[in-house]
């Protein structure tokens, strides 16, 4: 089975700039994969933050966006912010109706 | 404003078929731009897609390689909600369980999450 990849943790300081990225263990990711990024503190529900690609969430601030970069999906965070310590996840699509989260991020300003 | 949320029980036992609810309000879970998921998140681990229901003139259903064997989502559109059904569960399905509304591409609206237990 097919296994998404990210970085288990990263360390950004305040107004920072940090990119999350999304890969598979086999190939690369594209935008067919309509990749989302979702951020989660602990005891809540995850909340979405950019969805197919690089559309930002209703609300979501726009130091956080999504692209492509070389064969993965990435979420940049440009100048980081206390309240953006977090656990940060991916989902692509397979295909077949199939959906994967990837591994998660923890991300720590200080 | 869309709102779901869940119901059922926090203990299974080994072996036994946990079931949970999901009832919407805001939205129909016939909807025919909307899919109505269920994902869980083991205790200090990360999240799992377990499957989906949706509506596109007839019903589907899509499930986790991971889980195929024993899930099953259905629908009830006359309580507007949706259901999920694990069989044979051990102790690795102790999790929180969340359902969740996906639209383009997005789980935009999610439950208040269940912790399920499963022990003897």
Redesign the interface.
Do not use: H
């Given at each position: 089975?097919t296994v998404v990849t990210q970085e288990p943790s990263f360390s950004v300081s305040p107004g920072g700039t940090v990119t999350l990225t999304c890969g598979l263990s086999s190939g690369a990711v594209s935008t067919s994969y309509?990749p989302?990024w979702?951020q989660?503190t602990p005891g809540q529900?995850?909340r979405?933050l950019i969805?197919?690609t690089n559309?930002r969430?209703s609300g979501v601030p726009d130091r956080f966006s999504g692209s492509i970069l070389g064969n993965k999906a990435a979420l940049t965070i440009t100048g980081a912010q206390a309240d953006d310590e977090s656990d940060y996840?991916c989902?692509l699509?397979m295909g077949?109706?199939?959906?994967?989260?990837?591994?998660?991020t923890k991300v720590t300003v200080l | 404003q869309v709102q779901l949320q869940q119901s059922g029980p926090g203990l299974v036992k080994p072996s036994q078929t946990l079931s949970l609810t999901c009832a919407i309000s805001g939205d129909s879970v016939s909807s025919n731009s909307a899919a109505w998921?269920w994902?869980r998140q083991s205790p200090s681990s990360?999240?799992?897609?377990l499957g989906?229901t949706y509506y596109r003139s007839k019903w589907?259903s899509?499930y986790?390689?991971?889980v195929k064997s024993r899930i099953t989502i259905n629908s009830d559109t006359s309580k507007n909600q949706f259901s999920l059904q694990l069989n044979s569960v051990t102790p690795e399905d102790t999790a929180v369980y969340?359902c969740?509304r996906d639209s383009?591409?997005?789980?935009?609206y999610?439950?208040?999450?269940t912790l399920v237990t499963v022990s003897s």
């Open positions: 089975q309509y989302s979702y989660q529900a995850p979405t969805y197919r559309t969430s996840y989902v699509y077949s109706g199939i959906y994967v989260f990837g591994t998660g | 998921n994902i990360g999240l799992e897609w989906r589907y899509d986790a390689v991971s969340y969740a383009n591409w997005n789980y935009d999610w439950g208040q999450g």
